[in-house]
């Protein structure tokens, strides 16, 4: 007769508690690559990490125009999902979605978005730096053959002219002035 009023209030304790289980067991993004918000430079691949293992993942990689730009079907190795992403020459810059959708053990679909930002480096200017420091030599040694349709020629032949015009002018100057000095007395 004591215990009856106890049994009840576990009772309806368990009745609270029992339903939030299930949810508990729900599998969540942990991490990706790229992060939320994250701004990249690269982008080949996308990974998911989840809180445990999915299955039938489906990735989609939505870009700043609208097009998308998931390459292939999405893998699970374990507890990661990875999606290759399209051709890098395709790639616009800009603010690009990776939207997921994945089964968790316990049969609940689990989706979201990852919003992110694709700014890629420029190659051109790193690579033309790195010939004239790496290899002085070979870019001392092509110098001479490149100045006469070059760029650089044109400025180099500008720059005499100015001081040749000025030197000659002034040594003229000065010698007809010791001359007409000399003479006088
Ligand atoms: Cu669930």
Redesign the pocket.
């Known amino acids: 007769m004591k215990s009856s009023p106890i049994v009840a209030v576990l009772a309806v304790v368990a009745a609270l508690l029992l339903p939030a289980a299930?949810?508990a067991?729900?599998?969540s993004l942990r991490g990706s690559d790229p992060a939320e918000n994250a701004q990249v430079a690269v982008l080949s691949k996308m990974t998911l990490e989840f809180t445990e293992s999915v299955r039938f993942p489906a990735v989609v990689l939505t870009g700043p125009d609208g097009e998308r730009y998931e390459n292939g079907k999405p893998r699970v190795e374990g507890r990661k999902v990875i999606q290759d992403v399209g051709p890098a020459q395709a790639l616009p810059s800009g603010t690009f979605t990776i939207a997921y959708r994945v089964v968790?053990k316990?049969?609940?679909p689990?989706e979201g978005e990852i919003p992110f930002t694709y700014a890629p480096v420029d190659t051109p200017k790193a690579g033309s730096a790195e010939p004239s420091t790496a290899q002085p030599a070979l870019a001392q040694a092509a110098a001479p053959s490149e100045n006469p349709a070059g760029k650089t020629g044109d400025d180099d032949r500008q720059i005499p002219a100015w001081i040749w015009v000025v030197v000659f002018g002034i040594a003229g100057i000065g010698i007809g002035m010791a001359f007409s000095m000399r003479k006088k007395p």
């Open positions: 299930p949810a067991a729900h599998t968790s316990d049969g609940h689990v």
